[in-house]
Structure formats: C-alpha cells, structure tokens
C-alpha cells in the first residue's frame, strides 16, 4: 500500500474521494504506528504503518489506496510512567478519539488492560489486546440530505419529548419488527404520529455516542443501557442500527433526523464530555489513556498517578488542554454539520466549567462556544451539577444556555406531595423562575422545567412508590437516589384498592398539568404519557429488558392519562400566555386592578402578604392573555385568551370564588383534573368552583355567545347555573 505524508488536519480518518488522510494527536508519543486489518474477526493487523510525519504533536499520513469501510486501530509509543501520568502501551491496539464510524466492538479480556490483573496498575501488561480492541472503520460522509432544514422552533415554543432510542419503539406492535429498538423505529410513521399527537417540537434522545458496556455488568447479564458511558464521541451507537439493515448507523441515524424535521421535530442529543468509559486507573486501556493518558484526563497535581473525578465515573476529561477542547468542539460540530441534529444536552455539565478546581462558569468552554458561529445557534442545554464540591449550579450557567431546572422538579413534587413547602416559591417557578435566570439576563426559557427524567422515578412510580426497588440492578438497593419527594397515594406498589388507583391518577394529571401550565420549557419523560411503571426501580441505567422497554399495549386508564396529555399540551400550544418570552412584572391597567399575573387566595380575592404565609395549599393564578406585551415575528401584538389557573394540593375540597373579570366576560372551564368529563362548561365571575381535593382546574374567559351562538340568554344562564354544580366524583379507577 502507497503511504503518503498527508496532513495534520483534519484530526480522524478522512475519505477524500481518492484515498484517506489519518491524522492522531498525542503529546507525549515517541511513536505510533497505524494498524490495519482485514475483518472484525481479524486477531492481529495485516499490516502496521509507522507514522513518519508529525506536525503540531499531530502524526499523519495518506493511503490513496484506502477506501471506506478499512478497519483501523493504532498502537502509540511512549514512556510507561503511571506516577508521571503516562500509561504508554504498544501491546494495546486503541481506538482513535475521531472515529466516526465502529467497525468492530469491544470483547471484554484481560488483555485489554495495561497492568496485570490481579496486581496494582504499575504494572506493565505485554499481551497483545489486537483481537478484542474496538475498531475504527473509515466511513463514507456521502449523503442524500435533499431538502432537509432544521426547524428551528423557537425556545418559548419548544416541548421536548425525552426518550431511549432502543426503549421508545422496542415494545411497539405498529412498528416493523425489524426496526424496533433503532435509529429507523424511531423515523418510523407510529412514532413520528405519536409525537405529533403529543405537541412535541424536539426529541431529546438518550446517549447515542458509542458506548462501553461495563465489564461487571457484561459479567452478570446486563449492559449499560442508558450509554453515560462513551467510547467514542463521533460515531454512532452501533447497536441501534435496525437489524438486517446492510446501511452503517452514521447512514440510518441521518435517515432519522431527516424524518423528524420533515415532520418539524428537531433532535436533540444528550451528551457526555464530562468522563469517559476507561475509568480510574484501574481501568481498560482503549483509546484515550493510550493515546495520551496525560494530556486527555484529569490528573490529580499531587499525585499524577490517579484521577481527578467529579463524575463518579473514575475520570474527568482535561478541559485545560487545547486539545481536548478542540476534540469536544470538533465533535459538537460534526454532528450539527455533518448529522443535521438541533442541539445537545450537556451530562454533568458542570464538570464542563472546572478549569481549576471551582465551578467558573465563565470558562474557556463556555467562551469557544458563545463565539463559535455553528454551536451559538444551536439549543444548549446543561444538566448544571456534578458530584464534585460546588457542582449544584442551578441558575448559574451564562446567557445562551438552558437548564434542567431541578428546584423546578423539587418543589412541585413536594407541591403535589402535600408537604409544608413554600408556596411562594411553587408560584415562582409556575411563573419561570424569574429567581434564577431574570439577574443574568435570561428569559422564561432558560428553564428546562420537569418532573420526571429517565434517571428517577417515572410518573406513575413517583405516586405509586414512597422508596426506591432497585434490587434487580444487583446493587443491593444501595444505587439510585434516597430523595424522591414521593407519596404512593397510601399503598407502595400496585394495588386493587380503586381509592388509591383514583388517587394515583388524579396526581398524575395534576403533575402534567402543572408543567404544561408553568412558565418555560416543558420536558416530558417518555412512557409518562402512558403510565410506564418500572416497579419502583429508580435507577435503570443496566435495565436493557421489559423493566425499561415502554408497553404499548394501553389499559382504559392508560389511554384516558393519554388523551388527558394530549388535551393539555392542546391547551399549552393554544395559549400565547403560556409561552411568554419575557418575566411577568405585575402590570395593571391604567384605573383597574387587573394585571399580567394575579394570584388569588380561595375568597376570590387578591392574595396579600398574610395570604402567602403559613400552611397554603390552595391558590388561583391567573394569566392576563390582553397583557402579554410582545409581538410575533412581523412585529404584531400578541394578544390571547385570560387564563385561570386553581391549584388545590390539600387533602380536602376548597370551595374557590372564581375572580371577577372583564366586563361581559364569563369563565369557561376547560379541564379539571378531578373531573370525568373534559366537557367545556362555563360560570359566572364570582360564582363559587368546588375545588376537588389534590386537584387543577383551568379556565378561560370567554363571552357566552362565543360558546354557542345560538344559545339564548334563559338558555345560558341554565348552562351557566348547571356549571356552578359541584364536580362530579371521579370515576376512573386506573393509575
């Protein structure tokens, strides 16, 4: 084969048309070799290639007689020093840090280590690790996109829909078999309809960076699942590829985005910069650690020998080097550029913004991003915590970003929950969180409001469920959180009791309609909609089986918590008042007292200072539609219907005063989540609303005639005097 010097850039394997350029970036190398073989079942290379040229600590060639699909590894050189921090071992085959496409998979064997098993890591392993390394494939970037654009929905107009690649289609009986558990399943017409019917403008799918599967869990019969561990931050998971599909996963996942924006759904993909799969030093050495073990981790500055982890995970990436940042961005462009996707949500981001040892937020990652003319415009999302100390940065991350809001999640479950929590921060973060983000210049918008996620309980195991069941993980129920904010409605676990069955229901609409209603981004948990049960385990992270897989197959009760998610969503996407660009501020009318927001004590009377103090339960909330004060795209006003919101956590009904309101104008309900019957009905400001207990009703100001045309005025008032009847009791015995 010709060998070429080729260039230092691009960083990877890169298929011109004519031949492919390798260039590999290693600080402290003294040489590395380029390894290429002929299958995956290869057990050595056919051939090895001695890197000659190096430039800028980046050694390179060109094979003009390579072509896509070559399979490829390579062996570096250099001193083997782990108290230095240098972990060099040729015997080991690693996988380049650029590879964007994974011929052959990792086969768990000692030889993969760069010590001896069953000593310490100084240690020095002379087995060859080439027949079960991962390998890297050259691929092929050509691509149909036709006319393919991102949709761009604006933040304030965004529901996210947040799933597991393989969970969300493996179970579905409309989904071809063949495509279950894949990038097609997923681009497939059921699930395309499905999130359409649900108001979903963004998927934002677990990791599909390749990952590892721990050995410990290969060991006993699991996997890591939920794939927070990455291997590669280019190429695809190889596993979500449909089966019997002859096209590479790079291929099938563009097919999928191109589907999703053709139905206006932008993806989003969750990302883990923070660590990576190799661990501690106790840990496989597969690419990165052999690459450069010192210039990709974070070393400990006393002892160089260990890992500075503020993950959990053993390791944390080196963010202080150039080129580690080059690689993270590199990769945040590749697949903006080259897979078409939306935006990424960022695992641990906090780690992100250590460049020292304290969180800065103000660090060299965020300011190559805020620059960088692709990635500013993309939606960026950070989990803003980690383990480390200081890591919990709710509201901390700069302008441009959004954020898990996880004060949002704690305080409406214990909301919900019935515990003695502040009600005027339940309020705040209905409005946006106007506490966290307004200081620093951010919208509404900036928060990523949830209940539910796929690390935690799901919704129907937050009310089903006051501890966590998560012996099958083989854990000893020692994993997954001890801080819930629970309540099993009086019975842990499935039941027959149709009391606690209602309970369960009516707390699962009231949680949906509370993060429909409130200010922000709304993120709902795949399976939430359909009442998935994981049986208490909070922690699926190696649960890849029917514990994690959504059923399908729906119960009356199951599609009644549906068609409910459904209605709300309806409601939010109807409602210019709910997707607010800007915080609330309290405006009145000039000579009324009405005002953009107003809260409401059970009198139907503005709430004072008294009225927020102490053990309060229950309160209105409603949203001036005529006092929204921003404009659409052409620079027109927005002007939508008033709404009322009445929340009731007590464990008791509470009669409530419906507000008065503008002249002429009545109040029409449009959903009670205590209510059996989604049927509009329509009351007088000033009459009485039998608020049921643990329940949310909505209203919206209407004229009656806007109701029904034809309706008489005795008619209406007879409309209006049947509305005023107390609710009927719910008869939905389901969870």
Not at 3 to 32: C, M, Q
Not at 58 to 68: A, E, G, M, N, S
Not at 534 to 554: A, F, I, V
Not at 617 to 633: Q, S, V, Y
Request: hydrophobic share 35%; net charge negative; with cysteine.
């Amino acid at each position: 084969m010709r060998i070429w010097p080729g260039r230092s850039y691009p960083l990877g394997a890169t298929w011109d048309g004519a031949g492919v350029n390798f260039a590999l970036f290693s600080e402290h190398a003294s040489k590395v070799e380029l390894c290429l073989f002929d299958s995956a079942d290869a057990t050595t290379e056919k051939q090895k290639i001695s890197l000659t040229e190096r430039t800028d600590q980046v050694w390179h060639c060109y094979l003009p007689d390579c072509l896509p699909g070559q399979l490829y590894g390579y062996r570096v050189y250099g001193p083997h020093e782990p108290a230095k921090g240098h972990r060099f071992n040729p015997s080991k085959v690693v996988l380049d840090p650029y590879a964007k496409l994974i011929g052959r998979e990792t086969k768990w064997d000692d030889s993969l280590f760069g010590y001896k098993i069953g000593t310490d890591d100084l240690t020095f392993d002379e087995r060859d690790s080439a027949a079960f390394a991962p390998l890297a494939a050259v691929v092929d970037p050509a691509f149909t996109w036709g006319d393919d654009r991102p949709p761009r929905t604006p933040w304030h107009k965004t529901l996210i829909y947040e799933a597991h690649v393989k969970g969300l289609t493996m179970r579905h009986p409309e989904v071809s078999e063949a495509l279950r558990g894949s990038y097609a399943g997923i681009a497939s017409d059921p699930i395309i309809t499905h999130l359409k019917d649900l108001g979903v403008t963004a998927i934002e799918v677990l990791p599909v960076h390749y990952h590892l599967d721990d050995r410990h869990l290969v060991e006993r019969g699991q996997s890591n699942y939920w794939g927070y561990n990455t291997l590669s931050f280019f190429a695809p998971q190889v596993s979500y590829n449909s089966r019997g599909n002859s096209l590479n996963p790079v291929h099938e996942f563009k097919m999928m985005v191109r589907s999703l924006h053709a139905a206006g759904i932008e993806v989003i993909l969750d990302v883990v910069y923070n660590h990576t799969a190799e661990g501690n030093q106790m840990g496989p050495t597969l690419s990165w650690r052999g690459v450069d073990n010192a210039a990709y981790y974070r070393l400990s500055p006393d002892d160089p020998r260990y890992y500075m982890d503020f993950t959990g995970c053993g390791n944390t990436l080196n963010m202080q080097h150039p080129k580690v940042l080059q690689l993270i961005m590199d990769s945040l462009r590749y697949w903006v550029q080259d897979m078409h996707v939306d935006g990424f949500r960022f695992d641990l981001a906090s780690t992100l913004a250590r460049e020292l040892f304290e969180v800065n937020r103000l660090g060299a990652f965020f300011d190559i991003i805020h620059q960088d003319p692709i990635l500013s415009q993309v939606k960026l999302i950070a989990e803003p915590w980690d383990v480390g100390p200081g890591g919990y940065q709710v509201g901390n991350f700069p302008p441009g970003w959004t954020e898990w809001n996880g004060k949002y999640r704690d305080c409406v479950r214990k909301f919900w929950k019935g515990d003695d929590s502040n009600v005027s921060e339940f309020a705040t973060r209905l409005c946006g969180s106007s506490d966290l983000y307004e200081q620093s210049g951010r919208r509404p918008y900036a928060s990523i409001n949830f209940v539910t996620c796929h690390d935690g309980f799901t919704l129907q195991d937050l009310v089903s469920y006051n501890g966590k069941h998560n012996d099958a993980n083989g854990e000893g129920n020692r994993d997954g959180s001890d801080n819930n904010d629970s309540w099993n409605c009086g019975h842990e676990g499935p039941t027959d009791d149709q009391n606690v069955n209602a309970m369960r229901a009516r707390q699962k609409r009231n949680f949906v309609a509370t993060l429909m209603l409130s200010q922000g981004v709304p993120m709902l948990c795949a399976g939430d909609e359909l009442g998935h049960t994981q049986n208490g385990n909070n922690n699926t992270y190696c649960q890849d089986n029917e514990l994690s897989w959504l059923n399908w197959e729906l119960s009356d009760n199951q599609k009644h918590l549906l068609e409910f998610v459904k209605t709300v969503a309806r409601v939010r996407y109807d409602h210019p008042v709910l997707k607010r660009r800007k915080f609330f501020h309290g405006r009145s009318i000039r000579g009324e007292g009405v005002k953009d927001v107003s809260w409401f004590s059970p009198a139907g009377k503005d709430m004072g200072d008294d009225d927020w103090a102490g053990f309060v339960k229950c309160l209105g909330m409603r949203l001036a539609g005529d006092l929204i004060g921003e404009t659409d795209e052409q620079a027109r006003p927005i002007v939508g219907d008033t709404l009322l919101l009445l929340l009731n956590a007590h464990h008791e009904p509470i009669p409530f005063t419906l507000p008065v309101t503008n002249p002429g104008h009545h109040w029409e309900r449009l959903f009670d989540t205590a209510a059996d019957t989604m049927k509009p009905t329509v009351l007088d400001a000033g009459a009485q609303y039998d608020l049921r207990d643990r329940s949310v009703a909505v209203f919206r100001t209407v004229l009656v005639e806007a109701v029904e045309p034809n309706v008489s005025p005795i008619h209406a008032k007879e409309l209006r005097h049947e509305a005023q009847k107390p609710a009927p009791p719910l008869t939905l015995a389901g969870g």
